[in-house]
């Protein structure tokens, strides 16, 4: 129940197309899901976040949608760019209450190479 | 990166030796987590701890040890017990229960 999946495992995008990476969970007590980007030999840096209480949030290129009842969301990156080859990390959290304070749960991560 | 420092970048261990990653962050956060990240998979959680003095075992937290003497440190030991050592390792702090930020990690080793 804990599991966040993700897909797909690797994705090959041309330069000014749309990447699309989706991720599932089963445990209906999360409510918190951030995107990570990841470059490599690097730490993972933070992209964006939702909250399940809105279905879509965009910020420049990058959007998340979300479907509560399907229990996925998915990651879009608009006009793909070479600078945008790195792995992304879907996440998962409850941050109200219990003891897993913070604890995220993340996806397996999809590397994304865009050709230019 | 900014705010939190991992050293060393890499590490070489020998067989049956300890060896220590250090974290250290100025952003005050009060939680800090440690991380193993393997080759084409996901980040998966070793320790983490939400207070000075306290800290949790997480998923994956045999032959690894801890130690939160200071808000600002969080060291990470991995230890003999811990056969398969060579991992990309990463330590993040947070405050609250959602967001998390990473350090640039420390690439582990063995000879």
Same mark, same amino acid.
């Given at each position: ?116 | ?33 440690? =991380?193993?990240?393997?080759? $084409? %998979? !996901?980040?998966?959680?070793? &320790? ?40 990309? =390792?990463?330590?993040?702090? $947070? %405050? !609250?229960?959602?967001?998390? &930020? ?10």
């Amino acid at each position: 129940q804990q599991q966040v999946k993700q897909s797909p495992q690797s994705l090959i995008v041309q330069k000014g197309g749309i990447s699309i990476i989706n991720c599932a969970y089963e445990n209906t007590a999360f409510d918190y899901f951030p995107w990570y980007q990841q470059f490599p030999g690097k730490g993972p840096a933070l992209l964006i976040a939702i909250r399940p209480d809105v279905s879509e949030k965009k910020e420049g290129r990058f959007t998340i949608s979300f479907n509560k009842s399907a229990k996925q969301f998915s990651l879009h990156i608009m006009d793909s760019q070479p600078g945008d080859s790195a792995t992304y990390f879907c996440a998962a959290t409850h941050s109200r209450g219990g003891t897993s304070y913070g604890k995220l749960t993340f996806g397996q991560g999809t590397i994304l190479t865009v050709h230019p | 990166d900014g705010g939190i420092t991992q050293s060393p970048k890499y590490l070489f261990r020998k067989e049956g030796q300890n060896v220590t990653l250090s974290c250290e962050q100025n952003l005050n956060h009060d939680a800090m987590y440690w =991380y193993r990240q393997d080759p $084409g %998979q !996901g980040l998966r959680l070793i &320790y983490y701890s939400q207070i000075v003095n306290d800290f949790q075992k997480g998923d994956i937290a045999e032959g690894y040890s801890v130690s939160r003497e200071k808000k600002e440190s969080f060291p990470l030991t991995v230890t003999s017990a811990q056969k398969n050592p060579t991992a990309f =390792y990463l330590c993040a702090t $947070g %405050q !609250g229960k959602k967001t998390q &930020y990473f350090g640039p990690g420390t690439r582990l080793l063995v000879l």
